[in-house]
């Protein structure tokens, strides 16, 4: 599985302290192989949130790549303030929607270390949250672009 290649890259420096961050940010999708701090379920519907929560680890709190985890990874994460301007100035939220509902990947495109999303944001308790906390995501990312 694509997922848990990244992982083993992820774990492989055993760093405890990354572990540990991963642990409460991927706990949720991982809960088979990664048992260290109990995945607390969120009911967030704030963007800000839900990406410090899921995303900051690798992509930084404020989205310009190099979070804690990012110097343990392959590939460098993204910085996804710049997804527009690299977009002919337009934020591609049909594509992010995508990655976040895990109809795309980015290791479909050759990486294996950006997780799937899709059981995280795609299989929330009900149509109605999965659907605003993806839309409370493409949100706040869009509000982050660089002009
Ligand atoms: C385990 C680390 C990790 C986490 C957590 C993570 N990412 Fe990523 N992400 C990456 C890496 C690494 C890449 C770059 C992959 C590549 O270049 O092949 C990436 C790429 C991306 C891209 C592609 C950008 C582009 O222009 O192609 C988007 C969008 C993205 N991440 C969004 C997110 C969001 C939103 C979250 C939280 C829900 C998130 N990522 C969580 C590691 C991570």
């Known amino acids: 599985m694509i997922y848990n290649r990244g992982m083993k890259k992820i774990f492989r420096p055993c760093c405890l302290l990354t572990a540990a961050l991963l642990a409460v ?3 949720n999708a991982q809960e088979k192989t990664i048992k260290q701090v109990p995945a607390k379920p969120t009911v ?3 963007g800000k949130s839900l990406f410090a929560q ?3 680890v ?4 404020n989205a310009k790549g190099g979070g804690p985890a990012a110097s343990a990874l392959k590939a460098t994460p993204t910085d996804l303030t710049q997804m527009a301007i690299k977009n002919g100035g ?7 929607f995508k990655m976040l509902k895990g109809e795309e990947t980015v290791a479909a495109h050759g990486s294996a270390n950006m997780p799937i999303w899709g059981p995280v944001f795609g299989k929330s308790a009900s149509l109605t949250m999965e659907q605003t906390r993806v839309h409370a995501m493409l949100q706040y990312l869009g509000d982050l672009q660089a002009k």
Request: net charge negative.
């Open 44 to 46: 967030s519907i704030d």
């Open 54 to 56: 899921y995303c900051a």
């Open 58 to 61: 690798c992509h930084g709190a």
């Open 25 to 27: 940010v991927l706990g």
């Open 90 to 96: 337009k934020f591609p939220e049909e594509r992010v």
